[in-house]
């Protein structure tokens, strides 16, 4: 029990306490039956038991196996509309299997029970986590992967793909306990505990930790809104530039060697008008500078007020989603997958867990890491990116390197690959000229370059794209790095 009073999942101590009391082997493979994303009931025969039921439960914080005396009721699991693709496959292949042998992996949670289906020898595989190394797979007698319920690319479990087992673990350190003992049967004392319980906790466990994420993501996207409406607000005067370019265009014979400033009548309201003038260079380029800061002011004003729009779109569009995925009406088997699937996207998991070098940058629902300089991205190269990630730098100039984090089943839209190239853009020599050639791929078509410097790749299967700066866009996107 944890401290709370609340089940936990079972450490491998109490698994094998569970295993010994199971009527395991000899056992046929009669029914399966899916009651959630996470649990499943296999129905044996026993020549000596007779029939039994065998309760498993997989990647929650209430993972375990034990034997299954009182029926999961309907109104408490939900009914699946749609059978999942891995129960089909134990319907169809595992059935009428019978149990030669069950062997559980020496000081960790995972079991092993080999089954004969008429001479066809098939392994399943059980890992009893609470996280995200949590599953349940069939391989063949070779260990073949087969099928698997949980589908992590990440973890490079898929089918066609040889299963390992991970060299068995030390008895030394963490002490696992097993949990005082309340009877003579260890299974129907580990039924009791966590009754039927568990798959509520865990949709509401999982509807919080999207909540809390619906919060994080409103509020950055939000801060973003305020700092484009201060953008527009502080650039929305670009029209006085060009008034002091007029003026002084018009009053060209009397701007006369340098000057630190000039005073001249406005002819709009006939009242005179002082004009600051960068006394470092000849009086008459201020009108060129002038003109340049009414061009530079205005875009960043339009690029800043189209961003203002987009990003009110976006809150609304994410606020939708996520009141779509809390809501408490939905099918709980859909409503559990589509939880786990949302915080399995969260981009502070996994890899950004450690903190990368450089610059980690939103872009909508895509990750942009950034490298500065040739260590940052080296160091991003060999421990931070993977071959379906992308890659961009400007074409014949030195930059850093921007990637951008692969998302299954998602193309990188266009607004994504002009993020990062302004990012690109930014940080590289080409930062002064305004506007620059990039090329991108993904990073499996790089390599590395002989005797070359750190960092230094060479791309194949590129693609081009052109990018002038928007000042409206890098503002949004290095908001909270303007130290980096």
């Known amino acids: 029990m944890s401290r709370s009073g609340a089940p936990m999942s079972l450490n491998w101590r109490e698994i094998a306490l569970i295993l010994e009391e199971l009527p395991l082997e000899?056992?046929?493979?009669?029914?399966?039956?899916?009651?959630?994303?996470?649990?499943?009931s296999w129905h044996f025969y026993h020549p000596e038991a007779g029939r039994w039921t065998l309760y498993t439960e997989v990647g929650t914080p209430f993972s375990r196996l034990h034997e299954l005396k009182r029926p999961i009721s309907a109104n408490q699991m939900g009914k699946?509309?749609?059978l999942q693709r891995f129960i089909q496959f134990c319907r169809a292949n595992l059935e009428g299997a019978k149990v030669e042998s069950v062997y559980q992996q020496p000081f960790d949670r995972v079991v092993r029970l080999r089954m004969n289906n008429h001479g066809t020898i098939l392994n399943l595989y059980l890992r009893f986590y609470s996280g995200p190394g949590a599953n349940m797979l069939v391989t063949d007698e070779h260990d073949i992967l087969l099928d698997l319920l949980y589908r992590r690319p990440g973890r490079e479990e898929q089918s066609g793909q040889p299963f390992v087992l991970p060299e068995p673990k030390g008895e030394e350190g963490k002490a696992?306990?097993?949990?005082?003992?309340?009877?003579?049967?260890f299974n129907e004392q580990i039924e009791e505990a966590y009754g039927e319980k568990s798959n509520t906790l865990t949709r509401k466990e999982l509807a919080e930790r999207v909540g809390r994420k619906m919060e994080r993501e409103l509020k950055s996207l939000n801060t973003t809104l305020d700092s484009l409406i201060c953008t527009c607000v502080n650039t929305q005067d670009f029209m006085r530039f060009k008034k002091f370019a007029d003026l002084l265009s018009a009053n060209q014979h009397l701007l006369i060697g340098t000057m630190d400033?000039?005073?001249?009548?406005?002819?709009?309201?006939?009242?005179?008008?002082?004009?600051?003038l960068?006394?470092?260079?000849?009086?008459?380029?201020?009108?060129?500078?002038?003109?340049?800061?009414?061009?530079k002011a205005k875009k960043t004003h339009e690029n800043a007020m189209g961003e203002v729009e987009k990003t009110k779109a976006l809150i609304s569009q994410r606020e939708a989603h996520y009141l779509a995925l809390l809501d408490p009406n939905r099918d709980p088997l859909q409503a559990i997958k589509s939880l786990t699937k949302e915080l399995e996207e969260n981009p502070g998991s996994a890899i950004q867990k450690k903190q990368s070098p450089g610059l980690t940058i939103q872009s909508g629902s895509f990750t942009l890491l950034v490298?500065?300089?040739?260590?940052?991205?080296?160091?991003?190269?060999?421990h931070y990116v993977k071959g379906n990630d992308y890659w961009m730098h400007t074409r014949d100039v030195p930059g850093g390197y921007v990637f951008i984090k692969y998302i299954r089943g998602k193309s990188v839209p266009l607004e994504v690959l002009l993020d990062a190239a302004n990012l690109a853009l930014v940080?590289?020599?080409a930062k002064n000229q305004g506007r620059a050639d990039l090329y991108y791929t993904q990073v499996k078509h790089l390599r590395r370059a002989k005797g070359g410097k750190t960092g230094l790749v060479l791309p194949t299967q590129e693609k081009n794209l052109t990018v002038t700066l928007d000042e409206g866009r890098l503002s949004r996107l290095l908001l909270g790095h303007e130290h980096a």
């Open 26 to 40: 000899g056992s046929s493979l009669q029914r399966t039956t899916q009651h959630d994303f996470h649990s499943l």
């Open 80 to 82: 699946t509309a749609k």
């Open 176 to 185: 696992f306990p097993v949990r005082e003992r309340t009877g003579d049967s």
């Open 261 to 276: 400033e000039i005073t001249l009548e406005d002819w709009e309201t006939g009242e005179l008008l002082t004009i600051p």
């Open 278 to 295: 960068d006394d470092k260079t000849l009086a008459r380029e201020n009108i060129h500078l002038y003109y340049e800061k009414y061009q």
């Open 371 to 382: 490298g500065r300089n040739a260590k940052e991205n080296d160091e991003l190269l060999r």
């Open 427 to 429: 940080f590289s020599k």
